[in-house]
């Protein structure tokens, strides 16, 4: 009767609306009142509100008391909207309905022992139904829904049976331990008509544009008010969790999609700025045309956006760049136009050996100053160049190459360690030693017997240590001492002829910029080349200075007479911009009609004007072959370090000791010159005073014999 009643309200429902759901139309959802049609599904909770005993299922004394369940429900949905603000919502549920019931009561056994028993009870039906519900948006898309369900249980059965639980022996008075069993018995006295009132939440969520499909989770509570079983308190309330999917029958077509572009139409007028100023922009007025493209499948709206921006850019830079030179004389008189003159000497030159190789504080290790081969066949005395640095360079290959090719010369390696910074510490000297050692063994393939390492105890300071109080006094301090049988091996190497730069004039040149821009320049730099070789520059930040150039006698060896030098001043300016100049300087060379021979000694002791065993051999052999006629000049020279007034006494002491034994052993007429004592300025060969070997090789008395060019 209840699904009849049910069944007439959803037809007489449904036709008028939906007929005028045709006659009215509309475009979107929110204009159209939604019928839908679905399903829905819940998990459902269920709650027996209960205080009941079944008449067919007798217990002993007390009632069964409430229970829960799990369970599902599935529902048929029809859903009208009469406001866009309030729905209609039928739905014929499905629902499985069970229970279970434990109950533990005290019995006495065999009169006065106190016992337990324990009745189960299992019941099973389903319920069929309909619910009416209102359903109102609370927020989109939330709402709210209040009605009322009626429907039938069907299909109730139930399973009971009394278990005996203490004492843990003994029987019912059956025998068993069970009693009152009874196995998916009919149910009797069932109340069919069950009502409710239902209250819940739910929150719409619309699959496609146009509303043709909504899902919608749902929370719903259901209060029964009609006991399951007539004359028992067994009611169960239920609360559902789950959704529902409404399809609409009267949806508006989906909205055709709608695909919204832009694009920009840019130009710029160009205003030129100073070229110092920064750059920037000022957008125009900006014009707006939309084009709307309709399609069946795709409406495109196009705005096309079309501006004049006015760029306001730096102009580029104009820089110029001047150049000029002139020759500083040596009265600080500048001349204009001029030629680079450069007197040149054919020079034979004997250079000298010194017998000390030098390390770093603290180290060990042969320093990377010294010119190291990894075999002999790399090593060729005819490259390294005439001058006396670079022979010291290669000492240590010499002395090798000379010990190979004659087997009955030993030597002796004395290792040092400097008093102040290292404690005259003999382990460090002595393996500074070693690694010399080492070096000549495993390179030049010397016999180990042939080296003999001086070992020494206490203080293994030189004996005649530099005492100076500074890193360059330090740094002497710590050396290798190299001494042998045969003079011939530490002898300088053999005699070489070249072209020696004398002098050079002017001394000195000026490069003056004026003429060039005084705006927007940034950096500048000055070069002066020779073919491929540069032979000086110089750069600088914001504007180019007067530069003001020394030509020293190494400059001067690089220049080629008749080739000029090209002088070139570059600057860069703001923006990228750059400009050059160049001028070109004669170059002209005079090879003089006599030439030298030289010989150059260093194996004075510190402080000392003695002449070495060596040193008075190396005069003999150089005296043997002066032509008669010829000047002998012994020059004396020394470093600028320390005591100036004693470094010139004491090179004037050397140079009479040489003096003295050129007298000894030459017999010829010569016209030697024994006064010319040089402080202020390099010896020959030497550039600096940076190493240790450079300041022992400038301590030196040199051999010039001056004869008629062949």
Known sequence: ?????????????????????????????????????????????????????????????????????????????????????????????????????????????????????????????????????????????????????????????????????????????????????????????????????????????????????????????????????????????????????????????????????????????????????????????????????????????????????????????????????????????LKEVFTINVSTQYVTEALPILPAIFFDAQSITISQRYHQVRSAKEFDLRAVAPRTTAVHRDILNVIGERLASAPTITVQLKGTADPTTENSDCNLAQQRAMAVKDYLTRVWGIDAGRITVLASTGSCAPDRPTRRLSEEGYAENRRVEITSNDLSLLASVAKRRFNEARTVDPPRIQFDPTGTSTQYVTDWKLEARTGDKTLFSKAGKGLPETVTQDLNITTAEQMTSGVPVDVELTINGIRRATASATTKLAVRKDTSNTELERLTLTLFEVASDEISAVAEEQIKNFVENVPTGSTVIVRGFADMLGNADFNKKLSQKRAESVCTTIRKYLRKKVDIQCNDITTDRFPPGIESYATPEERFLSRTVQIEVKKARN
Request: hydrophobic share 40%.
């Open 1 to 333: 009767m209840i699904s009849r009643t049910i069944a007439l309200c959803i037809v007489v429902f449904l036709v008028p609306v939906v007929s005028w759901s045709q006659w009215w139309k509309v475009t979107t959802p929110e204009e159209i009142w939604l019928t839908q049609v679905g399903a829905a599904a819940h998990g459902s909770y269920l709650m027996h509100d209960a205080n009941f005993q079944l008449p067919q299922a007798p217990m002993c004394c007390e009632p069964y008391q409430g229970s829960t369940a799990l369970s599902m429900s599935v529902s048929a949905v029809i859903r009208q909207e009469i406001t866009k603000f309030l729905r209609l919502n039928l739905r014929g549920t499905f629902m499985p309905m069970s229970g279970e019931f434990v109950k533990d009561q005290t019995i006495f056994v065999s009169g006065a022992t106190e016992g337990l028993t324990r009745s189960t009870l299992t019941t099973s039906m389903s319920y069929v139904g309909g619910e009416i519900l209102a359903d109102f948006r609370i927020a989109n898309p939330v709402r709210f829904m209040a009605g009322v369900s009626m429907g039938t249980l069907t299909g109730a059965t139930f399973s009971q049976q009394e278990d005996l639980i203490v004492p843990g022996t003994g029987t019912f008075e059956n025998g068993k331990r069970s009693r009152n069993v009874a196995t998916g018995a009919e149910m009797l006295g069932v109340n069919t008509s069950q009502m409710g009132i239902v209250v819940g939440l739910g929150m719409d969520l619309p699959m496609t544009e146009n509303h043709s499909v909504v899902i919608t989770p749902e929370l719903l509570y259901t209060i029964a008010t009609a006991d399951i079983v007539t004359g028992q308190k067994w009611r169960t309330n239920s609360l559902r969790l789950g959704a529902s999917i409404g399809f609409s029958l009267n949806a508006p077509e989906p909205p055709t999609p709608v695909e919204r572009r832009r694009e920009e139409f840019l130009d710029s007028v160009i205003v030129r700025i100073a070229p110092d100023a920064d750059e920037y922009r000022t957008l125009g007025p900006e014009r707006i045309v939309i084009d709307t493209a309709v399609d069946v499948d795709l409406v495109v709206i196009t705005e096309r956006s079309y501006r004049t921006d006015t760029v306001f850019l730096p102009k580029a830079p104009v820089i110029n760049a001047a150049i000029a030179a002139r020759a500083v004389q040596p009265n600080g008189s």
